[in-house]
């Protein structure tokens, strides 16, 4: 049976989704986007910093559905401009490493929600 997963840690849906849904042990993850969680404003800064914002508010959305940045088996990741591909993937890689990291796909979008520079979506599993 699907399950929804949603937490105040990290920002509520824009639109007609939630944070997250499970099936078992699988877990998918809505695309998170550097909003805080507590005023839904995009964060200040620039690629570096928006992208670290989504990746903690990945890993909130994580911890609700029981699982972590170890169990997470895809992403998919969507920069407004493949010129912050490089500041990107330092972020990322704090979070994934090289080693174990999840396979991934990147795409340059002509806009992204509310104009941000990145958004991040995950299939995991759960603990």
């Known amino acids: 049976m699907k399950q929804?997963?949603?937490?105040?840690?990290?920002?509520?849906?824009?639109?007609?989704?939630?944070?997250?849904?499970s099936f078992e042990k699988l877990v998918f993850l809505s695309g998170q986007?550097?909003?805080?969680a507590q005023t839904m404003e995009i964060i200040e800064g620039g690629v570096?910093?928006?992208?670290?914002?989504?990746?903690e508010n990945l890993k909130a959305v994580l911890e609700e559905a029981n699982s972590s940045f170890d169990n997470?088996?895809?992403?998919?990741?969507?920069l407004s401009d493949m010129?912050?591909?490089?500041?990107?993937?330092?972020?990322?890689?704090?979070?994934?490493?090289?080693?174990?990291?999840?396979?991934?796909a990147t795409v340059a979008?002509?806009?992204?929600p509310?104009?941000?520079l990145v958004e991040v979506d995950a299939i995991a599993f759960k603990n």
Not at 72 to 78: G, H, N, Q
Not at 88 to 97: D, K, T
Request: glycine share 4%.
């Open 4 to 21: 929804i997963i949603s937490t105040t840690k990290a920002p509520s849906a824009i639109g007609p989704y939630n944070q997250a849904t």
């Open 48 to 55: 570096q910093e928006q992208t670290r914002k989504v990746m």
């Open 109 to 112: 979008v002509k806009t992204l």
């Open 114 to 116: 509310k104009n941000v």
């Open 83 to 104: 010129d912050n591909f490089v500041a990107f993937n330092e972020i990322y890689a704090e979070y994934f490493g090289a080693e174990d990291a999840p396979a991934r």
């Open 72 to 78: 997470v088996l895809k992403t998919t990741c969507y």
């Open 33 to 36: 986007i550097p909003l805080d």
